[in-house]
């Protein structure tokens, strides 16, 4: 059995003692304390979470974000309410993204033609980077 810590006197030594909600229950056999241990979740990092969210407000569809980053659309959208993201208004446009290596995002920069009227971002991505573009626009 694994070494539980009672609530109350902080004693080690715990015995079974039903179940309660789905969830093992225990006593302590120091002071007769009824306790049960926290559900433990399949926790989610809170970089995934971030770069989701970032994502998100740059225009990126929920179901790319899910093929990137291999999180949940249903995950990402529930991040988007519990943390009230709002996507700009005058989202007129469609970014385009690449997923690039440390090489690759270098070559990328060193040619004038990539970085000449455009608006980018480049975010970390794990061990690669994710360039996202879209074209400026322009008051005639």
């Not at 003692?17 to 056999?29: H, P, S």
């Not at 926290?38 to 899910?66: C, P, W």
């Not at 385009?96 to 009227?117: D, P, Q």
Request: one cysteine or more; charged letters at 25%.
């Amino acid at each position: 059995m694994p070494s539980l810590k009672c609530p109350k006197c902080d004693a080690t030594e715990a015995v079974r003692n039903g179940i309660v909600g789905g969830r093992q229950r225990y006593r302590c056999k120091n002071c007769d304390y009824n306790y049960t241990v926290d559900k433990v979740g399949k926790g989610i990092n809170t970089y995934y979470v971030i770069k989701a969210l970032q994502l998100y407000i740059e225009g990126v569809s929920l179901r790319e974000i899910e093929r990137l980053l291999g999180v949940s659309h249903v995950s990402v959208m529930n991040w988007v309410k519990k943390y009230q993201i709002r996507v700009p208004e005058k989202n007129t446009y469609h970014p385009t993204y690449k997923i690039l290596s440390h090489t690759e995002l270098a070559a990328y920069f060193s040619e004038r033609e990539n970085v000449m009227g455009a608006g980018m971002i480049v975010t970390e991505l794990g061990d690669k980077f994710m360039l996202i573009k879209w074209e400026r626009f322009r008051d005639d």
